[in-house]
């Protein structure tokens, strides 16, 4: 047993990591209780978030119908819309081209999702509704016609 306990440079090396964590800790800890006032994007993002997350829960509080494929598609319909909503809000602040690529899987898969479960249980699901990050058709329509106009003036 005494063996086990011999001084040795992996004993030394784990006794050092140790005392650096208790002593870095209250470090760690002051930092931590009063972070830096976000600035006003950062904010804007985190209220948008809350926002978010707050629906998707309130939207999966579902009173059970006695149908247990019925509720699960009410609890999660608002669960993969709130994923939805949070890639939009990245895609709408975010600067990192991976994580906006990723958002933008996440909206096609989550909606993709949706309409699967609604089709499982024999709901109707809207082929015309445009993705999130979509414009609408009327606007589009005016930035073609824009588009067309500016096209034509260069002639």
Sequence with gaps: MLRFFRPNLGMAY???RVLLAFAA???VLAHEAHPPS???AEASFLKE???AMNRMMAGMDVKPSGDIDRDFVAMMTPHHQGAIDMAVIELRYGKNETLRRLAQEI???????ID????AI?????????APTQVPAAEHHHMD????????MKK
Excluded: C, T, Y
Excluded at 116 to 119: G, H, P, T
Excluded at 145 to 152: Q, V
């Design 38 to 40: 976000p600035p006003a």
């Design 116 to 119: 699967a479960m609604k089709l």
């Design 107 to 113: 909206i096609v898969d989550q909606m993709q999702e």
């Design 49 to 51: 978030n809350e926002d």
């Design 122 to 130: 024999g709901e109707k699901v809207s082929a015309s509704a445009p």
């Design 25 to 27: 800790s209250p470090f």
């Design 14 to 16: 784990v006794g050092a």
């Design 145 to 152: 016609m824009h588009m067309d106009m500016s096209a034509g």
